[in-house]
């Protein structure tokens, strides 16, 4: 890694590039059945197991308002871990990973506020590729809705 650089996990969500910082990423495995629990808010699509744990399953184009796709080959599970908590991230792909370096980051401004901006760290450079970098602590925060708990 390129000293003053963070590694991310980058993914993709409908047509577009997103990046997660790796050190909250447990690791990722591909979508198979995930079990549909009662009460659970919209954007949660219930639960799976994930290497012995029980992980409730945030379907992160529900959650920033983009119509559902069926999962495929290509659909992934990034399970990430903060503050003990765990969830899975359901992303349309997931593959690859990156340094990015800070002084390519640039804030998500004013102009996403109150859209999915809410969830944004910032926009990185990466070559010709606008990259959305996803605030971890926000997302997993978003899961704890009333009647759900993340353990």
């Not at 591909?30 to 009662?38: A, E, L, Q, S, W």
């Not at 379907?59 to 308002?65: I, K």
């Amino acid at each position: 890694m390129t000293p003053g650089s963070d590694s991310y996990i980058l993914f993709t969500l409908a047509g577009t590039t997103y990046a997660l910082r790796s050190e909250y990423v447990r690791h990722m495995e591909m979508c198979d059945h995930v079990t549909r629990v009662p009460n659970a808010p919209a954007y949660v699509d219930g639960v799976v197991s994930s290497r012995g744990q029980v992980v409730p399953v945030i379907n992160l184009r529900a959650r920033f308002g983009f119509d559902r796709v069926e999962a495929d080959a290509r659909t992934r599970l990034i399970i990430v871990e903060l503050e003990s908590r765990v969830v899975a991230l359901l992303a349309d792909s997931a593959r690859e990973f990156v340094t990015i370096r800070p002084d390519s980051i640039q804030p998500p401004g004013t102009a996403l506020a109150g859209l999915s901006g809410e969830y944004l760290e910032g926009i990185a450079t990466i070559g010709d590729r606008l990259v959305l970098i996803l605030n971890v602590k926000d997302i997993v925060n978003a899961a704890n809705a009333p009647g759900f708990a993340v353990v």
